[in-house]
């Protein structure tokens, strides 16, 4: 079975200081690995994915995560917050076997402080 | 396309009585999948469908949980006999088969059991 841990159940920091969310995951086969991100009264939207290929990975409004197989970890980043990224970010995997569901984290809440 | 859409948005009923919650996946998508998020919690999986036929199933999906998808449209959950324990976020999610590793979410409805 496959399992998602983010540690820290909130994070709060000052805009345009740079933020890291940990995610550790534990399966015995290969995953895709996912951020997805709810901002507030809003549902839930894919932020990034791995899939293969490139360990680095980057979404449009400048996060990025790394795939560590060794470490079993796919910490998102980002350089420099702003207020708009205040928001809930869950980390998940699905088998790349048979991918239907996903196995979410139990999410980051991430504040932003002016 | 506007995406995937859930009815109602918001549900609150009483202990015993039972529910019924719809969701229109995105209309290419032939899959479609649902699931729970509690408070302070990620989203778990319930069950999902390829089309019409439901392929698989959680063990948090008991007996009282029904979930159909009759013409590979639109699904409906029923849960009967609702408990406290059933007031969650119920999550409503859609991909195409060739693209499973990206499920698009609806808004969700939320149900308080009261």
């Known amino acids: 079975a496959q399992s998602v841990t983010q540690l820290d159940s909130q994070v709060p920091v000052f805009e345009e200081a740079p933020v890291e969310l940990r995610c550790n995951y534990s399966s015995s086969v290969s995953v895709y690995l996912f951020w997805y991100v709810q901002y507030p009264n809003q549902g839930l939207q894919l932020l990034l994915k791995?899939?293969?290929?490139?360990?680095l990975v980057e979404s449009i409004n400048g996060f990025e995560a790394e795939f560590n197989k060794s470490q079993t970890s796919f910490h998102l980043r980002k350089p420099s917050v702003h207020i708009s990224d205040t928001a809930e970010y869950f980390c998940a995997v699905s088998k790349v076997s048979s991918a239907s569901k996903i196995i979410f984290g139990s999410g980051t809440r991430l504040s932003i402080r002016p | 396309d506007t995406g995937v859409s859930q009815d109602p948005r918001h549900k609150i009923t009483k202990r015993g009585q039972n529910v019924t919650f719809r969701c229109d996946p995105i209309s290419e998508h032939n899959r479609l999948y649902w699931y729970r998020q509690t408070l302070g919690q990620g989203p778990e999986f319930l069950t999902y469908?390829?089309?019409?036929?439901?392929?698989?199933k959680s063990r948090l999906l008991s007996d009282r949980f029904s979930a159909e998808r009759p013409k590979g449209s639109f699904s409906t959950l029923e849960i009967q006999r609702t408990e406290q324990g059933d007031s969650a976020m119920y999550l409503c999610a859609s991909s195409a088969s060739d693209r499973v590793d990206e499920q698009y979410f609806g808004p969700g409805t939320r149900l308080t059991v009261t």
């Open positions: 791995y899939l293969s290929g490139s360990t």
């Open positions: 469908f390829q089309n019409e036929a439901q392929l698989e």
